[in-house]
């Protein structure tokens, strides 16, 4: 083996995508042929969703889009990957209006009467997935990025889009 | 403005060249169809009473009619990229496919590199490169709203970068930018031509590394957002020069109003080859100003 392909070892190790696709399918009820094309790799405490099946033979400082963290007790979804696959989800998913919808892209949480299991939910806004959410005891707290966080002239267009005009 | 009085001769309309500098860009964005698609992006934004015209030349650019587009919520939901009208030029000439394996040498911040994760339809491999530490962040964090899992962020010296074969390489080279001047005006008055030539060392080594980065009968996109002829044609005709495998292919996006090449400029002769490279000025098209040019590998 050559000195670089030792120094390229990869640090993000394969994951089983049938174990990764189990646990959406469990807490959102998507499907699991919607990961049918994806491999899922683990570096340190996220999971990453990849296109393919191999890593290349390069320094990687990323592969794909972080999907889940496995920081705590239950692993939680990335805002990414529920924009992403999140519209597929049947159950534990929580539909805002204009209002509510302002304070989640806020980054506040909130009182919130909803039809989900405590943990981790799919959050959108007129059909379309905002982020991740995190739904305990009727409270509904924000798990956006703080970077993607709209305040003022972005909670002004949230309320002015016609729900409540 | 000191500096565009040397382009007088090789620019068409030279005066309203001039003035068209002082005018703002027109605030603008792509659909990102990882995300959505245009008929739900566009009913969303009437529904949402966000004002906007659809490119007459590219079916996925939008010209809004807002401040702040960054503070969009259909921004956040990364179904649309904030990007410039004509950065939206080098990932459709250089037309990639879903599961090609491509590489995006100088890609920070990412516009161009979503722009291609989109056109690969998530498939493949698309490596996403730069050098700068500082510039990684953005590039990551413009992927991952995008949806793009077909990316892997590499920092590797692009002039150095690892002996791998691509089906094509984008060549987006740091430049003076005084095609971004309606966006930044105080880029006009840091050119110099000292500084053209210290980038034109680099974007040559960066160009002539992606000629032996890409396999026999791929495809090379060489871009910058200068008008500088020693940071384009003089990039472009040097490597053609060295390396014969490479030939050129015509630069033509319909709906665009473009300027060939030059074939010569301050003495130096390029030769009629460079023809087939595009300049794309601010007043012909009211975007910024570009070049492009296209290698084909034997």
């Known amino acids: 083996m050559s000195q670089s392909s030792l120094k390229n070892r990869s640090p993000f190790s394969p994951l089983d995508r049938a174990e990764v696709a189990e646990l959406m399918e469990s807490r959102f009820g998507i499907p699991p042929a919607a990961f049918e094309d994806v491999s899922f790799y683990r570096k340190g405490r996220n999971v990453w969703a990849f296109s393919l099946p191999e890593i290349p033979d390069l320094r990687c400082e990323s592969v794909g889009l972080r999907f889940l963290s496995v920081r705590g007790r239950v692993p939680k979804p990335t805002t990414y990957a529920l924009q992403l696959f999140g519209n597929l989800a049947t159950k534990n998913t929580v539909d805002l209006s204009a209002d509510e919808a302002e304070k989640f892209i806020a980054g506040d949480r909130q009182r919130l009467e909803a039809e989900v299991e405590d943990g981790y939910v799919v959050v959108s806004y007129r059909g379309e997935v905002l982020g991740c959410g995190l739904y305990v005891r009727g409270e509904l707290a924000s798990q956006l990025p703080k970077e993607r966080r709209i305040m003022n002239e972005g909670a002004k267009t949230c309320s002015s889009d016609g729900d409540v005009e | ?298």
């Open chain 2, 1 to 298: 403005m000191e500096g565009l009085e040397r382009y007088r001769d090789i620019v068409p309309d030279f005066e309203l060249f001039v003035e068209s500098m002082a005018r703002p860009l027109p605030v603008t964005a792509r659909i990102n169809t990882l995300k959505t698609d245009r008929n739900r992006l566009l009913s969303r934004l009437t529904e949402s009473k966000v004002s906007f015209r659809p490119f007459s030349w590219y079916d996925l650019g939008l010209e809004l009619d807002v401040e702040k587009p960054g503070n969009l919520i259909e921004n956040l939901m990364g179904h649309i990229h904030v990007q410039e009208e004509i950065s939206m030029v080098s990932p459709i000439v250089l037309d990639p496919k879903p599961k090609e394996r491509v590489l995006d040498m100088c890609a920070a911040p990412g516009s161009k590199t979503t722009q291609i994760a989109s056109m690969m339809e998530n498939r493949g491999l698309l490596v996403a490169n730069d050098p700068a530490n500082t510039r990684v962040a953005s590039l990551r964090s413009n992927c991952e709203r995008a949806g793009a899992i077909n990316v892997v962020v590499t920092r590797y010296d692009g002039r150095r970068f690892p002996s791998t074969k691509f089906d094509r390489v984008l060549v987006d080279a740091p430049c003076t930018g005084q095609g971004m001047a309606r966006k930044d005006i105080t880029v006009l008055d840091r050119w110099s031509l000292k500084r053209s030539l210290g980038l034109q060392r680099l974007q040559r080594a960066l160009l002539k590394r992606a000629t032996d980065l890409v396999k026999p009968g791929g495809v090379i996109v060489y871009s910058t957002c200068t008008f500088a002829p020693e940071e384009n044609e003089a990039v472009v005709s040097w490597v053609a020069e060295r390396v014969p495998q490479v030939s050129l292919e015509k630069v033509s996006v319909e709906g665009l109003e473009s300027s060939p090449g030059l074939t010569e400029w301050d003495g130096s002769r390029f030769g009629d080859e460079m023809e087939k490279c595009a300049r794309y000025y601010p007043h012909k098209n009211d975007a910024g100003g570009f070049f492009v040019a296209k290698l084909i590998k034997e």
